[in-house]
Each structure stands twice: as C-alpha cells, then as structure tokens.
C-alpha cells in the first residue's frame, strides 16, 4: 500500500521561511517523478515544483522560481520543499504527489499516481 505522508505545515508571518516533508512507503521511491502540489479551498489544485526521479532535474511554477527548492532523498524516502520568503497568497494545503512513467517531471496533477493527504500552511501578512 503506497502512503505519502506530509509534515511541517504551519503558521508562519509573510517573509519567513519553512520546509514541509513528505515520507514515502510501499513503493520503489527512486523511480518515481514527484511533486508538491497546493490547493486552496474553492479552487483547483496547481502545480508548484517537479522533481524527477533521480533529483537531476526540476521545474518550478513561476510563482515558486526563486524563493522555494525542491530536493528528495532517495535513500530516505523522503522529498521536501523549502519556501522562503513567502507571502500570504502562499497560504493552502501543500500535498506530496508521486507519478510513474518514462518522463522526467511531472507538472500535471492528472499525470500523478499517488497523493498526500496534505499539510496545511498559512502565511500571515
């Protein structure tokens, strides 16, 4: 049974940082593409960065280029996202997904396999 559990959401003030986690189990983590996603409520779930299997590659939302960098540690299961400089409009629920595939990254959320049941961050102003 695939889990992607995420962790580290919280309260933040606008301009401060935090990194959000996402531990991986039941499945062969280093060949799949992964991705954080974010939702607000009412609205559609977007993209905000890519990895690929392998961590040699990723891709960002431009609303995420220059302040957030996704990494993975294959060895560990795990991927991460650390935001920096973040702004209120930055406030949604943040989910892990995982996509298998012969693509490098994946920015669609229909292309995704597996999700998260998010963790939530909010961003004050």
């Known amino acids: 049974q695939v889990q992607l559990v995420e962790s580290g959401g919280g309260l933040v003030q606008a301009g401060g940082s935090l990194r959000v986690s996402c531990a991986a189990s039941?499945?062969?983590?280093?060949?799949?593409?992964m991705g954080w996603f974010r939702q607000v409520r009412g609205k559609e779930r977007e993209f905000v960065a890519a990895?690929?299997?392998?961590?040699?590659?990723?891709n960002y939302a431009n609303s995420a280029k220059g302040r957030f960098t996704i990494s993975r540690d294959n060895a560990k299961n795990t991927l991460s996202l650390q935001m920096n400089s973040l702004k209120p409009e930055d406030t949604a629920v943040y989910y892990c997904a995982a996509a298998r595939g012969p693509g490098g990254y994946y920015t669609d959320p229909a292309d995704m396999n597996y999700w998260g049941k998010g963790t939530l961050v909010t961003v004050s102003s």
């Open positions: 039941g499945l062969t983590f280093g060949t799949y593409g």
């Open positions: 990895i690929s299997w392998s961590g040699r590659t990723t």
